[in-house]
């Protein structure tokens, strides 16, 4: 009850808020808090400015830090908001003011238990950049080397516990109200944001990140990452290495130093497609403050708090539903739905297939520079409720990445299209992982790991036997009966022995010369 009364006052502080921006709308589509709506209704003064997805992004601003993050997820979920909304979303600046930079070092020296001047010889107190989570202060080690020190904003993780607690209660009385909602997966979505935020207020993950990242790019001169400077990182605290260059939206300054927009488009396309498709691993907030030009044309990238994950699996579908829009092959786009479970087989493939034709088709006609495949996608996403499509979050901020690229993309280079510059990439991609060899190794590999699997299972069928025999373990006499009849009991034991047989088989062919 307590938490209940909690919570119902601060969601109306909420939509007093929202109403002032007029943006009560993300209240009003759940149809569970008409009270509290009316009284926000009643008790603000509105204010009409901008289309509504710039409202609720100022709702939300001024809301604080975990309603910044929340609008940021829901930039993501053009299913339930819509293109215009989630497009509007998807530009919500994570920035607030500066806290004094007093606190920083406090917190530097929390952190370490030493003073800020035994970690670097000069500090600047004014923060270069300060976001919802954290903020960013130019140093010098005591060593000499120019530096970027990220520091968690002070009280952060009680601040965010509390509004998290917040969306929850939110998610599970929209769900008991309407069950309906349940194929949007409104807590799965709030788990996920809390785990993205815990992973956030870590920033030694954040370091991890970033290491990882710059180890798949050991090799390649065109995309940088900042190294990191592990003696001064810690839970709240993150050095790395200064980055400095041009903003990768600025093409006046990039023409002016001498740079060709298209080939820097094309360096930062390639890596990000390296980074979806050879990796799986991808940098997911690539807005223009977190890319810089250096003076060699490559591409540097800060900010590593948000990344995202795909498995082979996921990267084979989604590259060939590019390719097969990018061709126009609508059955197959449609067909890789289906292979790849995002929708039950009991929908139909030919409509579907006429579904992704009237989706792509008034996109892929406009001119190639105007082509916006994250547009396409959200679209997708959200004419597939009608065939049962369930939210697909290893794809949401792939889509929520892909039109913020998009929009830095064509103020770099209006004339110019990432997807169709990288297409090659995606077709030699496809065509490795799609040959023989390939498909035999990835099977083997399967196999092997169904072999590492089989001793627990069959563990785990030797310990399930002796609980019948000892009695600890009672089964229903009809499955006594089931069992005693000979062929059918005899079934699990003739199945591992198969599967011992093909696992030997597969060692056998991976020892081959």
Known sequence: MMRSLRNVARLLRIARILARHDALFLLERTDVVRGVVWAARLLAHRSRQGRPGQRLAAALEEAGPSFIKMGQALSTRADLMGDEIAADLSALQDSLPPFPGELAR???EAEFGKPVDALF?????????????AQVHFAVTTDGREVAVKVLRPGIEAKFARDLDLFYWGAELALAARPALRRFKPVESVRTLADTVALEMDLRYEAAAASELAENFT?????????IDWARTGRRVLTTARVSG???????????AGHDPEVVLKNAGNAFFRQVFRDGFFHGDLHAGNLFVQTDGSIAAVDFGIMGRLDRPNRRHLAELLLAFLTRDYRRAAEVHYEAGWIPPVSSVDA?????RSIAEPILDKPQNEISMGRLLGQLFQVAETFQMEAQPQLLLLQKTMLVGEGTARRLSPDSNMWFM???LVEDWMAELMAPDARL??????????GERLPRVLDSIERSISMIASGELKLHPETLHALR???????????AWVAIALLAGALAFLSLP
């Open 246 to 256: 041009i903003p990768i939206d600025d093409r006046e300054a990039i023409l002016a």
């Open 106 to 108: 406090a917190a530097i």
């Open 352 to 356: 579907f297939t006429q579904a992704c």
């Open 422 to 424: 990288a297409r090659p």
């Open 121 to 133: 010889r000069s500090f600047d107190d004014k923060a270069v950049a300060a976001a919802s989570i």
């Open 485 to 495: 009849g000979g062929t059918p009991g005899r079934l699990p034991l003739i199945a």
């Open 219 to 227: 090799d390649d001169p065109t995309f940088h990452v900042p190294s």
């Open 441 to 450: 190794r990835e099977t083997l590999g399967e196999l092997v790991k169904a």
